[in-house]
């Protein structure tokens, strides 16, 4: 048995990454999964007799896959075999195990040895000191700091050590080793574990630390033993007394640390036959003292310290900081797939493109609309113009916006979508209700049966959690729907009368409308004349605004196009490309190349800015020019007359589109609350979908073509009964 100790491995568990690769590279990898057959065979990558090659492919991997592709990893903790296995969909996860498993196998290729031979303590050594570089990597790339590390290089110190002591060095030097692997191996091994989580002193074994702790001693007593050797050497005696009086002191606490912590038996004999070689020496050494050198004797504190000589360092495997140097010409798993990073930078241009697009060009663009519809409504224009103009019929834009809602049917059509919407709600709650009582009925049957037998499972209304918490949220936001829904209802009582009156044939709705004309006279007046002076002031202006308005839906236009066309993917490929072979690409890389090609999209927005500007210009002048104008009629009383209602009528045109847009958007937003409750809704026995209103629903189907509740479409799984009180007796 050896009496220095091996990493045990982390165990693993095998995993279906076949399959959780091609799914990601068919979601997600703009690639068939086919073109990467070779590189997703099963068992490429469970294998682990080559870990420093497999460390490189998974490395490779990760410049192409993101950390999670839905692959559920495991790996039992190590140091006990009976706790659970802790299971991370994290491809990091696997590589910073494959490194603790290389650690694990450079520590136990290094007990191995054999010790006895010059040659086979300096393979121990570098294998001692490849563990600790693994673990130095594996701290430095994935995991703060580990006490493993210091405990492999203080293992390899020990090995020179003992190479020193075969080959006959010098004490001096072999009393410098030893105190290398007491004060800074040992001791910090030691130190770090005692520092450490009470997680981490659980899982370690129970003689680790009393065996670091006795390896402290020991050294610290073969140090003071050695240089008590080179006192005796230089006739200096009394020092010699001194640092045996402190080598015995340290080789006692070992001894009773060994003993204790009933650590390896190889390491309580090192440590029983120093602490006798160590009393037999001081014995010799005070008689001689005492009856021939008679030198006093320091005390321990007034001895100096002593120096130390590290003769190993972490050795990194060369496999692990070159990665080229393993693959070499072999075959790179995925290279010809684009990077994960690549990729993402590529969706994120895309989102933000499109983010642009949308907030700083067609929302404002609907913005600067808004407000003309809003300001012209306010001033009651075009339709003031249109009365003057045409006193006798109808204005055309009237005429369009009328003939527009007689096809429609407005009304009618208004009507069926408010029964519609109201049927459809009736049926979501319908359907809710139909759920719940499901949910009631299985809570009674398993109420029923655990009166007649134990049942090893939650209770039906602690398993139902989740779905009585989404039947509550369906219930608010159906009762939210029905709310707004009512509100819809009262705007459509308000307006019904004068939508109706919109539907009306032209000379029926021409003869509603009051009809004026200005006289010979009223024109040939100073107030005639500025009146009609206003008015073709008014209308240029209005002129230019529609102008306006062109102008900038034309730049919507021509910034949509752009962005239809732009494709940013050439660019990242050729980026991507210059980087170093397996080098970890990340989206920010790309955040200057996106930032530039995005740059284009800036002269929409300097457009757009101009347009805005020169709209507050316009509508400032036609709100002071609609002002005198408005002066100088009011003192024709039957003007205003026809003004107001070919206002209400314009008006009540822009209400009917809002009531049909309104309604619209509950029955899409109704019909989606149907289809996530029907998926929600749990399998059941003799329950019979409702049928949803205005659709017919194909065989199996809902209205919406959602599955039927009880259809084996939705993939539920149908769970066996304990058998009811009648069938138990």
């Known amino acids: 048995m050896s009496n220095l100790l091996a990493i045990p491995f982390k165990k693993t568990y095998p995993v279906n990454i076949k399959e959780a690769a091609r799914q990601y590279i068919s979601d997600h990898g703009g690639a068939h999964p086919d073109e990467f057959r070779e590189d997703i065979k099963p068992g490429k990558t469970s294998e682990k007799t080559a870990l420093v090659g497999y460390h490189a492919q998974l490395v490779s991997i990760l410049t192409k896959l993101p950390t999670d592709i839905q692959l559920s990893i495991a790996y039992a903790p190590v140091f006990d075999e009976s706790a659970v296995p802790i299971t991370l969909n994290n491809l990091g996860f696997e590589r910073a195990c494959v490194l603790f498993n290389l650690a694990s196998l450079y520590s136990q290729l290094g007990v191995a040895e054999d010790r006895s031979t010059t040659e086979g303590i300096k393979r121990a050594a570098a294998n001692y000191q490849q563990a600790a570089g693994t673990l130095s990597f594996l701290r430095n790339s994935v995991l703060p700091k580990l006490g493993l590390e210091w405990l492999m290089l203080a293992q390899a110190q020990e090995c020179s050590w003992q190479l020193a002591k075969l080959s006959q060095y010098r004490n001096s030097l072999v009393a410098k080793i030893a105190a290398a692997c007491t004060a800074s191996l040992y001791r910090s091994a030691a130190t770090t574990f005692r520092e450490s989580s009470a997680q981490v002193k659980r899982i370690l074994p129970s003689d680790w630390l009393p065996h670091m702790e006795a390896k402290e001693h020991h050294f610290s007593a073969v140090a003071e033993y050695r240089e008590s050797m080179v006192e005796y050497e230089a006739s200096r005696y009394g020092v010699e007394l001194g640092r045996l009086g402190k080598a015995q002191i340290e080789a006692k606490k070992a001894y009773d640390i060994a003993r204790r912590g009933k650590i390896a038996a190889p390491v309580l004999r090192d440590a029983q036959s120093l602490l006798e070689t160590v009393k037999n020496s001081e014995v010799r050494a005070q008689r001689d003292n005492d ?33 080229n140097s393993v693959i070499g010409s072999q075959h790179q798993l995925f290279s010809e797939l684009a ?44 339709s003031a113009l249109e009365a003057l103009e045409r006193p006798i019929g109808l204005p055309p834009s009237l005429l369009r916006k009328a003939e527009e809602v007689r096809l429609e049917d407005g009304p009618a059509k208004i009507e069926a979508s408010l029964e519609d919407v109201q049927r459809l709600a009736h049926h979501d709650l319908a359907l809710l209700d139909e759920a719940l009582d499901i949910l009631d009925n299985e809570a009674s049957e398993d109420e029923a049966a655990r009166k007649e037998i134990p049942l090893n499972r939650l209770k039906s209304h602690e398993a139902n959690v989740e779905l009585i918490e989404k039947a509550t949220r369906y219930r608010s936001i159906l009762s939210q729907a029905t709310e707004s829904d009512e509100s819809v209802r009262q705007k459509w009582d308000e307006w019904e009368e004068s939508i109706t009156e919109l539907t009306l044939d032209e000379e029926t709705l021409e003869a509603s409308v009051p009809s004026t004309t200005v006289s010979s006279t009223a024109q040939s007046t100073p107030q005639g004349k500025q009146t009609r002076q206003h008015a073709r002031g008014l209308r240029v202006k209005l002129e230019e605004l529609d102008t306006l308005r062109r102008d900038r839906d034309q730049l919507v236009y021509r910034a949509r196009s752009l962005a239809d066309a732009d494709d940013i993917q050439p660019r990242i490929m050729k980026s991507s490309s210059g980087f170093e072979r397996l080098a970890d690409v990340t989206p920010d890389m790309f955040e200057d190349v996106s930032d530039e090609e995005l740059a284009k999209f800036d002269k929409f927005m300097l457009e757009m800015d101009e347009i805005s500007r020169k709209q507050k210009e316009i509508l400032s002048e036609i709100e002071n020019q609609n002002k005198q104008f408005l002066d100088s009629r009011k003192e024709d009383p039957v003007v205003k007359e026809r003004e107001v209602a070919l206002q209400s009528l314009d008006l009540a045109y822009f209400k009917y589109r809002e009531i049909t847009r309104n309604l619209d958007e509950g029955f899409k937003s109704m019909s989606l609350q149907d289809g996530e409750s029907q998926q929600d809704v749990p399998p059941a026995k003799k329950t019979q979908p409702h049928a949803t209103p205005s659709r017919k629903a194909p065989p199996g189907k809902s209205s919406l073509g959602l599955p039927a509740i009880n259809s084996t479409e939705w993939g539920f799984e149908e769970l066996a009964l304990p058998p009811g009180p009648k069938d138990g007796k």
């Open 291 to 323: 009856l021939v050198y008679h030198q006093d004797v320091p005390s321990s504190s007034s001895l100096p310290a002593l120096q130390e000589t590290k003769l190993v360092s972490p050795t990194v495997p060369k496999g692990l900081l070159n990665l």
């Open 339 to 382: 990077g994960w990073g690549a990729r993402e930078a590529i969706n994120i241009y895309n989102d933000r493109k499109q983010n642009l697009i949308q907030e700083k060009i067609i929302e404002v663009a609907q913005e600067l609309q808004d407000q003309i519809d809003e300001e012209l409504r306010k001033l009651n224009l075009p």
